[in-house]
């Protein structure tokens, strides 16, 4: 009898952690920038590419992100970011992005249309946050850099 008991008190551990392990990994990466940044991503994205400097025991460093929206951003949701160019968000995100050696195509291709946000942390303005978007792919570039 006891050496039943211990058998299913084992199987409900192991049932809890695969539990709380598929419950990370289906939430998405709108709850962290929700955590970091206070805004929302748009609904119905998928990640395409993700890379980080590392583990850090402040958390700092920086993260990259390539979502991929099959179909589009709404109308509400692209009024959200500014339509014109921005050199030096490009310079910014390009330093980044070589930083963490990412892939050529994982790159955002600054020769064409994208629409762009960026946000500074108020209480640390070194932690930097730019959002790019990219109409004619679909493609969401989230870059993060944190002191």
């Not at 119905?44 to 700092?60: M, W």
Request: net charge positive.
């Amino acid at each position: 009898m006891r050496k039943k008991s211990i058998i299913i008190f084992l199987c409900l551990i192991l049932i809890a952690i695969l539990a709380l392990r598929l419950g990370f990994y289906f939430i998405n990466y709108s709850i962290t920038v929700k955590a970091n940044w206070g805004i929302w991503l748009p609904r119905g994205f998928k990640e395409a590419y993700s890379t980080d400097s590392g583990p850090s025991f402040f958390g700092d460093g920086e993260r990259y992100h390539v979502f991929y929206y099959r179909k589009g951003l709404k109308e509400k949701d692209l009024n959200k970011l500014n339509p014109n160019r921005n050199a030096s968000l490009e310079t910014d995100v390009e330093k980044i992005i070589k930083s963490l050696q990412v892939p050529d195509n994982y790159r955002p291709d600054f020769t064409e249309e994208y629409y762009w946000y960026y946000q500074d942390d108020k209480d640390d303005p070194r932690d930097k946050l730019y959002i790019i978007y990219f109409v004619r792919y679909n493609k969401m570039y989230i870059v993060e850099e944190f002191y």
